[in-house]
């Protein structure tokens, strides 16, 4: 009987995910003498492989992807339009939603670091979108307000916003929204017991990851 011949990359079926749904393959480094030919690589082992995740079916990997494209693209338009970015426009939302609010609690809604939500207040300030005062009940909490000007930009903005909504959600049934932003806010209401299984996860494989939080704890204790 003839042997069988050994299978090769080109004998192996292309991955399923497309390049639409990853984006275009990255640059290799070029600090590096001679960077690893990414070209060859044999995306099937990545995506199904012992050691790899299968992205075709990682859910995470897709609210990473539709994220951060959403927001790539969104901050393009406003930047290019109005000057304004990403992160200011979700504060100003907040802000036209909640009339005033500081920037801890924004942080807290959004997911923002305090300190970008801080920097984004102090832009908006100077432009002339917001005032900055002290909450009555605690004079040492900075909350902000749109001013009409801040006001009349969320406006302009937010038709742009709505408009991106239902082009998005365009290739879905009514019923099939109502299900997606249903589910949606079952994970955002799960994303606690996620960090708790993280760190039972942690805690347990890497003995020593409770010494690093001990002495980042520290680090951040001798800051303040």
Not at 20 to 33: F, H
Not at 97 to 117: H, N
Request: hydrophobic share 40%.
């Amino acid at each position: 009987m003839p042997a069988t011949k050994a299978s090769t990359k080109a004998d192996r079926p292309a991955s399923k995910l497309s390049r639409r749904a990853i984006g275009a393959r990255a640059e290799p480094n070029r600090k590096t003498k001679n960077p690893p030919p990414v070209q060859d690589l044999n995306e099937d082992a990545v995506l199904i492989g012992s050691d790899g995740i299968d992205l075709e079916n990682y859910l995470p990997a897709y609210l990473t992807w539709v994220a951060n494209k959403l927001s790539r693209s969104a901050s393009q338009h406003y930047l290019r339009l109005f000057d304004i970015g990403i992160e200011t426009w979700r504060c100003m939302v907040l802000l036209a939603v909640e009339d005033s609010i500081s920037a801890q609690k924004v942080s807290q809604i959004i997911g923002m670091d305090k300190g970008s939500v801080s920097r984004c207040f102090k832009s908006m300030q100077a432009k002339g979108l917001i005032k900055l005062g002290l909450e009555a009940s605690d004079g040492r909490l900075r909350i902000a307000t749109l001013t009409a000007k801040g006001r009349a930009l969320h406006e302009q903005i937010r038709g742009i916003a709505l408009e991106r909504e239902r082009a998005l959600l365009s290739v879905l049934s009514d019923s099939e929204r109502e299900v997606l932003l249903s589910l949606l806010k079952r994970l955002h209401e799960n994303l606690p017991q996620v960090e708790l299984a993280t760190q039972r996860y942690v805690d347990g494989r890497f003995p020593f990851a409770q010494a690093l939080q001990s002495r980042s704890s520290e680090q951040h204790d001798d800051e303040q």
